[in-house]
């Protein structure tokens, strides 16, 4: 006898261990938002082109915006077991430190499921145009440190993560 679908201890796997998209047809939409952060480093000499705004490529930091919010909406794209899910808002910030570049990422949605996915996705999109908009001069830009810090909505609810880098706003290698 096949055990129910919802006795399987992993979501994401029927009982027979093959993978399967969750069903959240019965579930209620709801106002859901999720935060994610993660850093590019880099040379000084990137971090100085960067504040003057000399960097052959062009405007580093709004490319990167556009691309980490495009990429937001583009998650299911990506994640074969992803839901499609209305992105309903994302903002994508990023600051220039003495190390490189802060990202960060807030996605909202009102629907059945969460955004976490997407909030990852924008980050590490975000971050990937910031390596491709430098490494001209920096071969050794890195990416690292990107990880949820918060999430809000649905069954679980409300959650902030409570490592040393999420609470004093440091961005390290996790």
Do not use: N, Y
């Amino acid at each position: 006898m096949t055990p129910p679908e919802d006795a399987h201890p992993f979501t994401h796997l029927d009982p027979a261990g093959r993978a399967r998209m969750v069903d959240v047809t019965a579930k209620q939409p709801t106002v859901r938002s999720a935060t994610a952060r993660g850093r590019v480093g880099c040379a000084p000499e990137v971090v100085a082109a960067l504040r003057s705004g000399t960097v052959p490529k062009g405007d580093v930091l709004a490319v990167a915006r556009v691309a980490g919010i495009a990429a937001a909406k583009r998650t299911p794209e990506l994640l074969p077991l992803a839901h499609v899910i209305g992105v309903h808002g994302v903002v994508v910030d990023l600051e220039v430190t003495d190390e490189g570049v802060e990202v960060s990422a807030t996605v909202r949605t009102a629907d059945r499921t969460g955004v976490e996915m997407e909030a990852l996705t924008a980050v590490c999109v975000a971050a990937l145009a910031v390596v491709d908009m430098v490494k001209g001069i920096d071969r050794t830009a890195r990416i690292d440190g990107v990880r949820v810090v918060a999430k809000s909505g649905g069954r679980s609810g409300d959650w902030r993560s409570d490592d040393r880098d999420a609470a004093d706003g440091l961005l390290g290698p996790t």
